[in-house]
C-alpha cells in the first residue's frame, strides 16, 4: 500500500476531510438491531485500479458488514452460472423507483431488479446449493474471489437480521407464490443473511469493484473470476438500480454504477479504470451513507469520473501523411485503433487529397505505431482497402507486429 505522502493518497484525503466539514445529515440503521452498534463517525475510502495499485485514506481497515453491495456480485455469479436469459427469466432489470424493501413485482411477477431486496433474494436462489450452508459457501468463495481474500460471515449481524426480518421472508414468499422463486423460502432467506453479514473494508469493495471495472479480472490476484459480458451486465444493473429510488439522481449527479449497503459502504466503478469504496454509517432518507454519497459526488466531479462526460481521445490517429515520389502515399497510424479511430483512418482514405489525387497509384498503410487494434476496426481497414483496389489502387499494409489482419 503507497504510504500516506503519495499523492493519490493524499487527495483521498483532502475528500475525505472536505466532506467531514460539511453538513450531511444521517442516521446509522437500526432495523437490523446489530446494525446500530456501528461508529458513526467512522469515515473511509480505497480505490483500487484495473492495473493493481490500491489507495486509502481514513478507517479504511474498520471491517463493516456488506449488506446490499452483495447483491450486485451475487448477481454477476448467478449470470455466470446461468447465462443473462435464464437468470432474466426470474428477475428483471428495470429500475424499480422504490425502496429497497418494497413489495417491487413487474406484471410477470418477477422482482424489478436485482438489486432492491425482492429481487436479491431471487438472485440468491438461483446460486446452487441443497441447503442455506451450501448456498452461502458458494456465495462466500465467489465474493472472496471478487474481493481477492477469503471474505468471513458476521454470524452476529446475520442471526440479528435473521431474528427481525420477516419482511424479506414475506418478500421471499411472495416471489414463491409468483413462480420467479422456487427454492425453500426460509433455506434462500438465511443464505441471504449470511450474504448480507459478510466482513469488509473499504479496500475489499474497492478491489471488488475493480474486477467489474477490469472486465471480470481481479486486478489483486489476476485471477479471472467473471466472463467479460458479466461484469457489463452487471455495471449495466448498478448504473440504473444500484441506488434504490435516487437511482436516476445518482446517475445525473456522479454519473459512475455503483451499489450501496445498509451497514454504510458503496462501491462504485469507473469501467476501464477503478474500482471505489466508501465507508460511513450514516444512512440518508433512503438508505444510502449519507457521506458516502457526497464523497463519491465529490470525487466524480473533481477527477472527471462522470460516465457521460465527453470521452478524452488521443488527437488522431494519424501520425502522418507522406507524399512519396511516384504515386505513393504513405499514412501512419499510431495508437489504439478502434472502431471511432478506424472511422477517421476510412474518411480520410475515401476522401482526402492525397489519396484521392489522380496521381496517387500507391497507398501505404503503416501501423508500425499502432499498438492494438480491435476487430471492428481491422474489418473497416479491410473495406477501405477493397475500395481502393476497385479504384485501381495498390494497397500495401506495413505491420511488422501483426496488429491488425487486413487480407
Ligand atoms: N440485509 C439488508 C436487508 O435485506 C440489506 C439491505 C440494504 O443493504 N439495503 O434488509
Redesign the pocket.
Known sequence: MPHPGNPVTRSLTRVLADVRAQDHPGRVAD??PELSRADPEAFAISAASVSGHTYAAGDSTTLFTI??ISKAFVYALVLSEHGADAVTARVGVEPSGEA??AVSFDDRGRPHNPLV?AGAIVTTSLVPGASAEERFARIRRGLSAFAGRDLDCDETVAAS?SAT?DR?RALAMLARSSGALTEPVDDVVEA??RQ?ALRVDTTDIAVMGATLAGDGINPRTGERVVPPAVARDTLSVMASCGMYDRSGQWLFEVGMPAK????GGIVAVAPGEYGIGVFSPPLDAV?NSARGVATLRTLSQEFGLHLFRHPERPASPVQAIDVEPGGTVVIRLRGMLDFVAAEQVAHLTAYGPETTADATTRVVLDVSAVTASTRVAARLLADVAAELRLQGRDIVLVDPDGVIDIA
Open positions: 432495523y437490523i449488506q446490499s429497497f424493501n431486496n437480521e426480518g424479506n441471504y443473511f448480507c450501496s449497503g445498509v451497514g438508505g
